[in-house]
């Protein structure tokens, strides 16, 4: 099931009636979806490498977590670093915090400017309660904006009208426990819900299978609220999250002390027990209103928190966020988006030894607009999407992200996309504004001769002259249904990179009682990326459904004299991955899920390829009670998925898990 998403206007209009797993991969194909342009679309006429996980593929799966529900997409690259800390990226460049991805609930950034990425750890909501979670691969900046680089992912929960009644959920295994409970109910002209939600992760282990104290706590409450006006054609979201929360880390920080010497770095380092605590809270709001047949407004503002107190020290985050647009159809063959909007971030940050940041607390703005036109070019065969997006922020000034793409439906089973687009990726605040103590290691003997210090520390600088990444993007894809029963997606492309960020080694020069050696943000690096990514649907028979998916990537950096000293990686993401799904429904409302996924090895972290094996059995005794068993990664007993190299806790594995569950509705 492949789709696209661009949008605020009907990007919350499917109910949880249109259920997709009642549909045929026909009716599917002809779903309206929002668009590239920010509007209702069918996915015939969708000129974008896109992918959408239902709701109904969520719970066929047994995930408990949302980044575990992205492993099904091509081109998403998920590892779970450890019990708390996960890596997604899209299209390479994976890390902890990766830095080319767009990550929205319901609309709402949760991309972070201080490291440019997401903490996983605190997104989560009611997971029944997912619509489905609509993925872009590759560049979506002429709408979305600066970071929405190699993709964008949408988690959008379902409207107040379709989670009426009661709904309680109670799961426990040998890994983790959870439970939640929401209940939905009707207003004047509308409706609403509301839910609290608690999870309890047990530690990771260790490549002996040791305990590597990371557990983590999470409780979670929410809200939404959905009303229509009945003349005006007025819709009105409000909605809003609040959590807190615990988690156990072991940290590596550097020493003075030379007992504490580790030959595997070959730097001093002391394990730091951290006490972590997490809390914040969000409110949304949208408005959308037509003002004719060919003319509607959405406007949305939001605002959140969040607060960490991690190793380091405390971390706090804001954002508020204000986004207008304006659809009109000028026209049979033209329509036109235009929007507006504005962002403002402020935080307070630690200082300390090792960790600090130049000036602690700081405010940021960002200004947009954009503009995009549709136009058909031949009625059912031809059509041309032209936008851009005009931005102004506080590291880099402005940054214009253009973009064009071009839509041939041959035939009714065939459609033929192809784009070209601008992307950038603005600085962080921690590349601009960070002081960091990276290690401290025995000096060379051979500076040894010139200053007798037997320490070298190694300090990484933020440095405020780095400029924005920039991305030039070409895709191809090709979408075919030979049948009702079979479909296929492809999509291939090519990325042209330059101002990539990486980090520049200094010489190292005496300073008593040490020897020195600085890294700085350096903006010089190019590379080029290019892959194929396919998914294919096939529905076998009535009750059996396979869903496969197959992603080929590759990264060249070009090399040159002035990164000859930079920390720079070619093989920090696996070169394949695969994933097949079988879904089968057997008598007495007994379900099987298989799914088996390969992950090929990640030279640069030591990780080597694995695959992985889930299983899930449900069973519905009633119309309301759904029971379910899931085994996790019964491949083998433990593996690691990720090293994680930047603000490094203890390395960890994944284990081999059992899960039960039970959700009763009423």
């Known amino acids: ?88 990226s899209a299209r390479g460049f994976n890390s902890r915090f990766s830095n080319k991805l767009l990550v929205l609930m319901d609309g709402r950034s949760v991309y972070s400017p201080l490291f440019s990425g997401v903490f996983w750890d605190t997104q989560d909501t009611f997971i029944e309660d997912i619509e489905r979670i609509e993925v872009i691969r590759g560049p979506g900046a002429s709408l979305w904006g600066a970071n929405a680089v190699n993709g964008i992912i949408n988690i959008i929960t379902k409207h107040a009208k379709d989670t009426q009644g009661t709904a309680i959920s109670a799961g426990i295994g040998t890994e983790e426990a959870s439970g939640g409970v929401r209940y939905g109910g009707r207003l004047d002209n509308g409706d609403y819900r509301i839910y609290a939600k608690y999870l309890n992760r047990d530690e990771s282990v260790n490549a002996h299978g040791n305990g590597t104290s990371d557990t983590l706590n999470m409780s979670r409450s929410g809200f939404r609220m959905d009303k229509e006006g009945k003349s005006s054609g007025d819709k009105i979201t409000v909605q809003g999250d609040i959590y807190t929360g615990n988690s156990d880390q072991i940290v590596p920080i550097p020493s003075m002390n030379m007992a504490d010497y580790d030959p595997a770095s070959r730097t001093y380092l002391r394990n730091q027990k951290a006490d972590i605590s997490l809390d914040g809270f969000n409110i949304l709001g949208r408005w959308e209103h037509p003002f004719s047949k060919n003319s509607s407004s959405v406007l949305q503002i939001y605002a959140d928190h969040d607060r960490r107190n991690e190793a380091a020290g405390e971390v706090t985050q804001n954002n508020f966020d204000a986004d207008f647009q304006h659809k009109i159809i000028a026209g049979s063959q033209t329509e036109i988006i235009w929007g507006l909007g504005y962002r403002l ?37 031809l059509r041309a999407t032209l936008g851009a997006k005009l931005e102004h922020n506080s590291y880099t000034g402005f940054e214009f992200q253009p973009n064009l793409r071009i839509l041939w439906t041959p035939a009714k089973e065939h459609s033929i996309w192809a784009s070209v687009s601008r992307a950038v990726r603005t600085p962080s605040r921690y590349q601009y504004d960070v002081r960091f103590l990276a290690a401290i290691m025995p000096t060379d003997p051979r500076l040894m001769a010139a200053a007798p210090f037997p320490l070298t520390t190694m300090y990484y600088f933020g440095n405020q002259e780095t400029e924005s990444e920039d991305l030039i993007a070409t895709e191809l894809g090709y979408r075919v249904q030979p049948s009702e029963h079979f479909s296929v997606d492809i999509a291939s492309f090519y990325h042209f990179y330059k101002n990539l960020s990486f980090a520049a080694i200094d010489s190292p020069y005496p300073a008593p009682p040490f020897w020195k050696v600085n890294l700085h943000s350096g903006n010089d690096l190019s590379a080029n990326t290019y892959g194929t990514e396919i998914s294919a649907l096939w529905q076998v028979f009535s009750p059996l459904k396979l869903t496969a998916a197959y992603t080929l990537f590759r990264t060249d950096f070009e090399k040159g004299t002035s990164i000859r000293n930079a920390l720079a990686k070619e093989d920090d993401d696996p070169a394949h991955q695969v994933s097949v799904r079988a879904s089968v429904n057997l008598p007495k ?11 090929d090895d990640i030279l640069n972290h030591a990780v080597k390829a694995y695959s992985a094996i889930d299983v899930r059995l449900g069973w519905k005794p009633l119309k309301n009670i759904e029971i379910s068993i899931v085994g996790r990664n019964l491949a083998d007993s433990h593996h690691p998925e990720f090293i994680n190299s930047f603000y490094k806790s203890l390395d960890s594995e994944v284990e081999r898990e059992i899960y039960g569950k039970v959700l009763w509705r009423f």
């Not at 209009?13 to 002809?30: C, H, P, Q, R, V």
């Not at 030894?353 to 947009?368: C, E, I, R, V």
């Not at 409302?589 to 992950?599: G, K, Q």
């Open 1 to 88: 099931m492949m789709f696209y998403l661009s949008g605020f206007g009907n990007l919350f209009a499917m109910s949880g009636a249109d259920d997709f797993t009642k549909l045929s991969l026909e009716e599917l194909m002809e779903v309206e979806l929002t668009s590239a342009a920010r509007k209702s679309q069918k996915l015939s006429q969708t000129a974008a490498a896109a992918f959408v996980i239902s709701g109904e593929d969520i719970r066929r799966s047994g995930v408990t977590t949302i980044p575990e529900a992205l492993r099904m997409v091509p081109g998403i690259d998920v590892a779970r670093i450890n019990s708390t800390q996960w890596s997604i």
């Open 345 to 381: 971030y402020w935080d307070e940050l630690p200082v300390n030894y090792w960790l600090s940041f130049d000036p602690d607390s700081k405010s940021t703005h960002l200004y947009s607009a954009f503009i995009q036109m549709e136009h058909v070019l031949i009625p059912d065969r």
């Open 589 to 599: 409302n007994i379900e099987l899920d298989l799914w088996f996924r390969y992950t």
